[in-house]
């Protein structure tokens, strides 16, 4: 876990309207990091977000690029309103390595903005975890291949956790697939097999590699909610005096 440190008495928060997203950025001194993290689904708002599986056309990321609309709406948002304070960060700290960070929702979205950065030459490092796939093939490789001297993928993922599967197997299921388009997942992935609530050591987390690897989180059965609840354990916000 980062131990976050402020460097300044000076703090960045903005809370997103578009789906109701919320995050914060954070400066780490003792890693000389600058953290972006996105909160996950905590609204009914969140929830339609999470439901906009249609997709749109994302060129400024990559040739063929397809991304979830419901995402890409709270991203663009997020994007606009980062813009300010994640610069002033990097002008005051420019030798800090940029982090974004997110569960779920936030995983989400963490990997588009991720993606976002990176297309503009920005080197960023992406933890997500549990987080559901965002786009079609094309952006996965873009993801995993792409961008590859711009910064290191962690894709955790944990068990049968249904939320990074879910809609990968709906659109290759019949029926489904005629009303869910093409999603893929990125590489690599962080694959915790160890069960729900149980001690994790180095020999439980798999290293799965290749877009769409069926070996680790993505194959098996329709996954349960519960895995993906398990990832970070009680933790608390920051708020104002």
Not at 111 to 132: C, E, I
Not at 209 to 231: A, S
Request: proline share 4%; glycine share 8%; hydrophobic share 40%.
């Amino acid at each position: 876990m980062l131990r976050l440190e402020p460097c300044s008495s000076k703090a960045h928060a903005q809370r997103v309207l578009p789906g109701d997203i919320a995050g914060f950025i954070a400066v780490d001194c003792t890693n000389e990091l600058i953290v972006v993290a996105f909160r996950d689904t905590m609204s009914r708002i969140n929830g339609r977000t999470d439901l906009e599986f249609l997709q749109i056309a994302a060129p400024t990321v990559c040739a063929g690029c397809r991304i979830d609309s419901g995402f890409s709406q709270a991203a663009a948002a997020a994007i606009l309103l980062l813009a300010r304070p994640l610069q002033e960060a990097r002008n005051q700290y420019p030798n800090h390595r940029i982090v974004i960070t997110g569960h779920s929702l936030g995983g989400a979205l963490a990997t588009m903005y991720a993606a976002f950065l990176r297309a503009r030459d920005v080197y960023v490092d992406l933890y997500t975890f549990g987080a559901p796939s965002v786009g079609n093939l094309a952006f996965a490789e873009a993801i995993t291949k792409d961008w590859e001297s711009f910064g290191t993928n962690y894709r955790v993922t944990h068990a049968d956790d249904e939320i990074p599967k879910i809609l990968f197997q709906l659109s290759r299921k019949k029926f489904f697939d005629l009303i869910v388009p093409e999603y893929s997942q990125s590489s690599p992935e962080h694959w915790i097999t160890s069960a729900y609530r149980q001690p994790v050591t180095v020999a439980d987390i798999r290293v799965i590699e290749g877009v769409n690897n069926v070996t680790g989180n993505l194959g098996g059965g329709l996954g349960n909610i519960r895995d993906h609840t398990w990832y970070l354990g009680r933790t608390s916000v920051c708020v104002d005096e």
